[in-house]
Structure formats: C-alpha cells, structure tokens
C-alpha cells in the first residue's frame, strides 16, 4: 500500500518515514512525503495511496479542511490524523469528518508503528472500503477508481427492473460482479447463471423456458427450464453475444414482455426475474456485420458497465496477488510465502491478456511451487505469454532479467533519472533500482 505523510515540518517526514521504514511496516519506495496539501494532491492524483498520514496543524491551512478536500477527492483512500498532545480534542473531531483514526506524534516508536501497521492491515482487509461504502460487492476485490464508480452506478439502478448489461474482456470478473449485483439488485431471492455459448436454437430454448413431456424425441419427462427456477430472483446470462439469430428473437420478446412458453406447450408463463446479461464479444461490430440483432442490444443494455481490463488497473494486481496467496496457502495446508520484489514488478507491468482469471492461476501454481518462504522468479517465469507472431516476424523472447531491466529504463526515462520515483511507479524498492543499474 503507498502512504502519503502530508506535515509542514521536514524534519518530522524525515524521522516518521525512517520509523515506518526501519520497523519493516511499510516499504521505503512506498512512501511519499508533502510538506502541504497543493503538493500532496499531486502525488495522490499521479500515484495514488491507500493511506495518508495527516498534520493536524499545518502552515496555510487546517487539517480539518484538508481531510475533507481528501475525502471529497479521494474517498476510497484511508485518512488518519496526527496530533500533538494538546490537540487531541481537534484529532477527535476529525473522526466525525471521515479520518479513520488519529495517532499522537509524542507516542513511543513502537507504539506509532504497531498502530499504523493495523491501520494499513484493515485498510487492505477492507479492499478499498467496497464492504463499508458498497455492501453488496464485497466479493469484488479492486480500489480502482473505475471499477468503483460501477459499484457506484449498480447500486443506484438496483431497483430498476430493467436488464443490466455487463460488457469486458474475457476474464475481468464479469459473472462475480453479476452475483454481487443480483445480492443488492434482488437479496435473498435465486441467482441462476447459464453460460449460452454454443447453444443451437433448441437447446437455448429449452435451457430457459423448459419443455413438456413428449414436446420432442428424447423429452420423456417436464422440465421447468431456469427462467421457472430463478423465480422473482435473477437471471444472469453469459456470453449473450454468441447466441444464434433464431434465439435472438425469442430472447427479444422475452425482454420485451417477461413471457414465455415452454417447449411444447400454449401455456403463456409469466417471469418476474432480473434479467443480467454479459459478453465480452464487441456487440457494435457484431451488430454491424448482422451478426447481433440492434433492437435487442438496445432492450438488453437499458444499464450497461464496463469491467475495465486488469491492465487498467494495475494498483490492484497487489491486493489481489495477497488475497490469492492467502487463498491458495489455505487450500494447499502450507503457510503464505512473501512476495519477492523481482515478481512484483513483473506482475505489475505484465499485460495479463487472460486478465484476473489468469493472475489467480499465475498465483495458485506459485504458491504451490514455492519451497521457501518467499516466492522467487523461477516459481513463476514459465507462465508469462507473449503475442503469436508469424515465424517471419518472431524476436528472441526477453529473458526476465532483460524485462526488469527494460521497465526500470522505462520507468527512470519518464521520472527523468528520479530512482525513487521510478521505483514508486513500478512498485519496488529504490535500492533494488540502483543494485539493478549498478550491474548495466
């Protein structure tokens, strides 16, 4: 997690940066310093941070009026503040303005930098305070802005009746938001999922409306079809952008009207269902090439989202690589393994084309390969892919000293030389930056 120290007096940066730094709680490459709010905005809106450490009595203006332009700015980033000993009372206050809780400067070493180990520990726990400012999309672990503002948005059509659309690439967690829509959208009630992929006509058809007995060879019993189970719950269906033109249309007049009849029968049934759709096909191109019907993408996307790629969103590659550890650890009966420097910054700059789906698998095997108490390069290196290029046009693939290497020349061109912004940008250390170039 980056910390920002926002305080007036440089010698109190310098110190509480060493404390936090030589007590192991936070990383040195993950700690920015202001010395008043202009310049601290300007790092939380370049860099962001989970955290902020705040002065309650600065120069030009008060904490108090900086904790809320933070908050009003930055809401998903924690605030506490720091007093000295005849402002608690102030410190206090802060507490009713959003500060999440407020640490004395005259405090013992030990006692500073336990608390704030506990405060970066329940802000990560928290993912971003989703659980307390979006109860619902707990499930869905991000900080990032974006994704936010859809939790944001779901929340506010929640008691809509119309069809939600839910568009991203393969992998970005479409059908986890989908269920944790359906638990704000409709609790309580059935949440019922099928994947239409490859379906012909007959078998969509059957999937969701049902048949009767006899209505065709081989249906020697009824069968109610998922519209009939998912009741006056939700409906999700995934990959709605690869379903033929013949179901188009009865999934048309099903959106449009809620009716349905089952397979071989004039009864005309009646769903009281969300109705929840997901592709990760681009429907204006489908639509353009008549392979997607427009009358039904417009019935379909009445509210649609898009689930940002994890390349987005890169400041969540951390928080989901600890909660896949944690996950993987417990399932495989072994303690979690730390993460190796060289694996983060790996992980942060690769482009994950199977987006979190394939983080989750990179993180499964290396916690099951790792051997030690922290995972190195050699637990992961095989599972980085490249682009397919015709043999003609194939380079040598880059060894995973020459990628690291090639991100830190990336990363010092664009901080023009700076190594401790370099090392922030790509989530190391600024000594690992100098061992690395030492060696060029």
């Not at 007093?83 to 809780?101: P, R, Y």
């Amino acid at each position: 997690m980056k910390i920002l120290l926002i305080d007036d007096e440089k010698a109190w940066l310098r110190s509480l940066k060493l404390i936090l730094v030589q007590s192991g709680t936070a990383s040195g490459e993950n700690i920015m310093t202001a010395e008043n709010y202009t310049d601290g905005e300007k790092l939380l809106k370049e860099y962001g941070a989970g955290l902020v450490l705040l002065d309650l009595m600065l120069k030009d203006e008060t904490g108090e009026e900086v904790l809320k332009k933070i908050k009003k700015s930055f809401p998903e980033t924690t605030v506490v503040i720091m007093t000295g000993v005849g402002s608690i009372q102030k410190a206090v206050n802060c507490i009713e303005l959003g500060a999440a809780d407020y640490l004395v400067k005259t405090m013992p070493s030990s006692e500073l930098t336990e608390s704030v180990a506990r405060i970066i520990k329940k802000a990560e726990e928290d993912g971003g305070d989703n659980a307390k400012r979006y109860p619902g999309f707990e499930k869905f672990i991000t900080r990032d802005p974006a994704a936010l503002d859809i939790f944001s948005y779901l929340t506010s059509v929640a008691s809509s009746s119309e069809p939600v659309l839910i568009t991203g690439e393969s992998g970005t967690g479409k059908g986890v938001l989908a269920e944790c829509f359906a638990a704000v959208s409709r609790p309580g009630a059935p949440f019922v999922s099928i994947n239409v992929s490859g379906l012909d006509d007959q078998m969509f058809s059957d999937a969701l409306f049902g048949h009767e007995k006899g209505a065709f060879t081989g249906a020697e019993t009824k069968r109610n079809g998922i519209i009939s189970q998912a009741g006056n719950g939700t409906l999700f269906l995934d990959e709605i952008g690869d379903i033929k033109p013949e179901s188009q249309a009865k999934l048309l007049y099903f959106t449009q009207t809620g009716e349905y009849r089952r397979l071989g029968s004039d009864r005309l049934f009646k769903s009281e269902a969300r109705l929840i759709f997901a592709t990760n096909r681009n429907l204006d191109e489908k639509i353009n090439s008549s392979g997607f019907r427009r009358d039904l993408y417009y019935r379909l996307s009445t509210h649609s989202v898009r689930l940002p790629a994890l390349r987005e969103r890169r400041d969540d590659v951390p928080i989901l690589i600890k909660h896949f550890i944690k996950e993987a650890a417990q399932k495989l009966g072994k303690p979690e393994p730390k993460v190796h420097d060289n694996i983060m910054l790996l992980m942060r700059s690769y482009e994950f084309p199977g987006n979190v789906r394939e983080l989750r698998s990179m993180v499964y095997d290396m916690t099951a390969r790792c051997q030690s108490d922290t995972v190195t390069v050699k637990d992961i290196a095989g599972h980085f892919r490249f682009p397919d290029r015709k043999e003609s046009e194939r380079e040598p693939i880059p060894t995973i000293d020459d990628m690291i290497d090639g991100l830190i020349e990336k990363a010092m061109k664009q901080t023009g030389g700076n190594q401790t912004k370099a090392a922030a940008i790509i989530g190391v250390s600024q000594s690992f930056i100098s061992r690395r170039l030492k060696k060029q």
